[in-house]
């Protein structure tokens, strides 16, 4: 079955650095990635998606690259902030059906 | 902005009782979702819900389980004789179009129903 990795469980920097979060899938290749920001206690919220023809999508701050060749996604947060500290979650849909895939992301804590 | 709705935020239950969250999905969603997060861990797929019926469960989601759409904005997750291991975060997300579709399937979740089984 479908799985996905993101390569650390948590991740410290220091403010204003760029935080990088990497996300590997296994198997079949999606059609699509999201990322999803999520604080403690709290339901993801949705960030950013790119899809299997994008090489780069980018909001504000952030930014994400597909590698399809890789099976890898990655995502950026330039000028980092404390406000950024959460956990990131990468998911992708199903092969088929209606059960998205999230991977068990990581903590990232940007240090003042 | 619209969002989904999530009660109770916290629920504490004896082993053995029946619960059942709700959720007030975004109005003009067609698909509905429950995903559940135990401390700690990802979040895992339960259940997704269209046109009325069940399109798709994950292993997780046993005969102790079921939903329902009762009228046309409450969606529900009962758990009938609940255990020590449902206690979890429960999600509920909606979406306006299928995953599986050309278009996005982004999911938007609600804040959660915290479940504590003792």
């Known amino acids: 079955s479908q799985k996905i990795e993101q390569n650390s469980e948590a991740l410290n920097i220091q403010e204003g650095k760029t935080a990088t979060l990497t996300c590997n899938y296994t198997n079949y290749s999606p059609a699509y990635l999201q990322w999803y920001r999520q604080d403690p206690g709290r339901g993801p919220v949705f960030l950013l998606l790119i899809r299997e023809n994008e090489k780069e999508k980018r909001k504000e701050r952030l930014k994400v690259t597909f590698d399809t060749t890789l099976k890898q996604s990655l995502f950026h947060i330039t000028a980092s902030q404390p406000a950024d500290s959460a956990t990131y979650l990468c998911a992708h849909p199903p092969d088929y059906g209606q059960n998205f895939v999230f991977g068990p992301g990581t903590r990232l804590s940007v240090l003042p | ?118």
């Not at chain 2, 409450?74 to 997300?93: G, H």
Request: glycine content about 6%; aromatic content about 14%.
């Open chain 2, 1 to 118: 902005e619209p969002e989904v709705t999530q009660t109770p935020s916290h629920q504490v239950t004896q082993m053995g009782q029946e619960v059942i969250l709700r959720c007030v999905p975004i109005s003009n969603h067609l698909y509905f979702y429950w995903y559940r997060q135990i401390l700690g861990q990802k979040v895992e797929f339960l259940v997704s819900f269209y046109n009325n019926e069940i399109s798709e469960k994950s292993e997780i989601f046993d005969d102790q389980f079921s939903v329902e759409r009762p009228d046309g904005s409450n969606f529900t997750l009962k758990i009938r004789s609940t255990k020590l291991e449902d206690s979890a975060m429960y999600f509920c997300a909606s979406s306006e179009f299928s995953p599986g579709g050309s278009l996005s399937g982004e999911l938007f979740f609600g804040e959660g129903s915290r479940l504590t089984v003792l």
